[in-house]
């Protein structure tokens, strides 16, 4: 089993930056990708950005330009870098961790992120 744990959410101005973290623990070497999802209330979980251990990115393409996923293997932890967050990006984020195939096996507990305009 592996558990993310997410935080680093909160309240920011239109136009601000949050910078979002995920570490992960328990049977680290069965996992090769971890990155990050949102939702909002009454809609679809969706992907915001995720991470291979070999340095694959992928973003979704609301985020790209904005936001920026990086990893630390020594610390299994990845980092959401996000700037010139926008009112529609509020959301609970929740981090997510499993392989390059599949990398939404093992979620973490959700981060409320609120972007007052």
């Known amino acids: 089993q592996v558990q993310p744990v997410g935080s680093g959410g909160g309240l920011v101005q239109a136009g601000g930056s949050l910078r979002l973290s995920c570490a992960a623990s328990?049977?680290?070497?069965?996992?090769?990708?971890m990155g990050w999802c949102r939702q909002v209330p009454g809609k679809q979980r969706e992907s915001v950005a995720f991470?291979?251990?070999?340095?694959?990115?992928n973003y979704a393409d609301y985020v790209k330009g904005r936001f920026t996923i990086s990893r630390d293997n020594a610390k299994n932890t990845v980092y959401l870098q996000m700037n010139s967050l926008k009112p529609e990006d509020t959301a609970v984020y929740y981090c997510h961790a499993g392989t390059s195939s599949r990398p939404y096996i093992y979620w973490g507990q959700g981060t409320q992120v609120t972007v007052s305009s």
């Open positions: 991470i291979t251990s070999d340095g694959r990115t």
């Open positions: 328990g049977s680290i070497a069965s996992i090769s990708a």
